[in-house]
């Protein structure tokens, strides 16, 4: 039996899914007249209690869009230094809106108002304008680490004094919202726009989602097809969504539980020397005397499947295909190999 934690990306539909794909209604998306597409937008804009949404192929789609919507040649991004959107999109800042980027550090992947205040541009002939603030939530690199509103809320309101567009990396903000229990319309009402992905926790095969106010996803729809997003008959695609949106969000906690018991696991191990705190999906081990390749490569021998994820560290993401049953084998394989 393959253990696969290399990311919450690797599920499978499963059998429910499946059915709603295959017999939800179709049509052209580009054409704007797939009903199922139409659907799962209205649906998920509802749930965030914005506007509009757009399905798209990826979350670094989404983010892009998003990304051009709201710079442009001598404009700056700021994030903090280990955003997706800055590590894990190819360049895309630079590529597709041809903006800078100021990058903040922070404990856990997270920066605060005061950080941000810091570094906007003044209105001078020197610096890049300063356009747009993103944040990610949960964050990634800070080993799934949650934002609450209270620590985003100074950091709309010094975005809106200034003018400055807000833009969320939501991937897996659902695996947030079920830990804090605080709600979609919460963080809908502070953001420009949030990019959220269907394909993580929430167990679809493909799809992130981009929602936004009417002006903004009416831009992105241009954007999305410079960008080659444009999907015919994606309400294939999109009925997984809906899907997902009904029956994987509350479970996400299971993942939660299951990736602490993998927390507590991996630190008795002699080669970790440190565990990130794990509030959601994610666990990060910090390894001692031994390299991530080479940590990987006993894990791998006993299939086991992980991701480096920086020079001393190692990443296990739980999802909708690790059970207990998952869990069991894993302490088992693992006990004497270090
Ligand atoms: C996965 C992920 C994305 C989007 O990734 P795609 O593989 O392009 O869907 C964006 N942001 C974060 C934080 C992610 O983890």
Excluded at 115 to 122: C, E, G, H, S
Excluded at 161 to 166: A, C, L, S
Excluded at 249 to 259: F, N, Q, S, W, Y
Aim: proline share 4%; with cysteine.
């Amino acid at each position: 039996m393959l253990i696969d934690l290399r990311s919450d990306t690797v599920t499978r539909p499963t059998p429910g899914m499946k059915e709603a794909m295959f017999s939800a209604p179709i049509g052209d998306d580009v054409f704007g007249e797939d009903p199922t597409v139409n659907a799962l937008e209205e649906k998920i804009a509802k749930m965030f209690g914005m506007d509009a949404a757009i399905y798209c192929p990826s979350g670094t789609m989404t983010n892009q869009i998003a990304i051009r919507l709201h710079t442009g040649i001598q404009t700056e991004v700021v994030c903090h230094e280990h955003s997706h959107i800055y590590l894990y999109e190819g360049g895309g800042i630079m590529a597709n809106s041809l903006a800078s980027v100021k990058l903040l550090p922070g404990k856990l992947g997270k920066i605060t108002a005061a950080q941000v205040a810091d570094v906007i541009n003044p209105d001078d002939v020197h610096a890049p304008e300063t356009t747009l603030v993103s944040l990610e939530n949960t964050m990634n690199k800070g080993g799934g680490s949650i934002y609450t509103l209270d620590e985003i809320k100074p950091i709309q309101a010094l975005c809106q004094e200034n003018g400055i567009n807000f833009h969320l990396d939501g991937a897996r903000l659902f695996n947030a919202l079920v830990e804090t229990g605080e709600s979609p319309a919460d963080w809908g009402a502070e953001f420009d726009t949030i990019s959220i992905c269907l394909s993580k926790g929430l167990g679809c095969p493909v799809g992130s989602v981009l929602l936004g106010s009417k002006t903004a996803i009416k831009k992105a729809r241009k954007v999305r097809k410079v960008f080659g997003g444009g999907m015919r008959q994606a309400g294939f695609l999109a009925a997984a969504g809906i899907y997902a949106l009904n029956h994987h969000v509350d479970r996400l906690k299971e993942d939660h539980t299951r990736a602490r018991t993998l927390g507590t696991i991996l630190s008795k191990l002699p080669v970790v020397s440190e565990i990130f705190p794990v509030t959601t999906n994610i666990v990060i081990a910090r390894l001692d005397g031994l390299s991530p390749e080479v940590f990987m490569g006993k894990l791998a021998d006993q299939n086991i499947k992980s991701v480096k994820f920086g020079k001393d560290l190692v990443r296990f993401v739980t999802h909708l295909d690790f059970t207990d049953e998952h869990l069991i084998e894993f302490e088992k394989r693992i006990k004497g190999i270090f």
